[in-house]
């Protein structure tokens, strides 16, 4: 089980987009819901505000940058272990560095139709209808 049952914890992701392609990112094999797939983000640390936790954990996990990142849209979801999320999407068109996979088992390039076909993680899919 999951150890902040029934606390409510803040997220904020990333979905970066070039051109008609969307990044994703697959977990790894052992980490909570691995090899599933989602948008880049993580957990804000205590007292953290949303963009700054986007900015430090696109830069632990893709060595990137975001700049002037859109909010999109917070959606709250819960998963069968008791993790409750309240995840705040970002759209992030524009950013400086290369990116470079630092912690996922794999990162891929796809269009929006196809993300539908890769096991995505429960979180990212309400924000999909977003997107087009």
């Not at 953290?48 to 859109?70: M, S, T």
């Amino acid at each position: 089980m999951y150890d902040e049952h029934d606390e409510l914890v803040r997220v904020a992701a990333a979905v970066i987009k070039d051109g008609d392609k969307f990044l994703i990112c697959q977990r790894g094999i052992n980490h909570r819901y691995g090899l599933k797939w989602e948008f880049p983000g993580g957990k804000t640390l205590p007292g953290e505000p949303l963009r700054e936790c986007l900015e430090r954990e696109l830069w632990e996990e893709l060595d990137i940058e975001p700049v002037r990142p859109k909010e999109l849209k917070t959606i709250q979801t819960s998963y069968s272990d008791g993790g409750n999320f309240l995840i705040t999407f970002f759209l992030v068109t524009e950013y400086t560095g290369i990116i470079r996979n630092k912690v996922f088992e794999n990162i891929k390039w796809v269009s929006l139709s196809e993300i539908t076909s890769y096991e995505i993680l429960e979180g990212s899919l309400p924000i999909l209808p977003y997107l087009s």
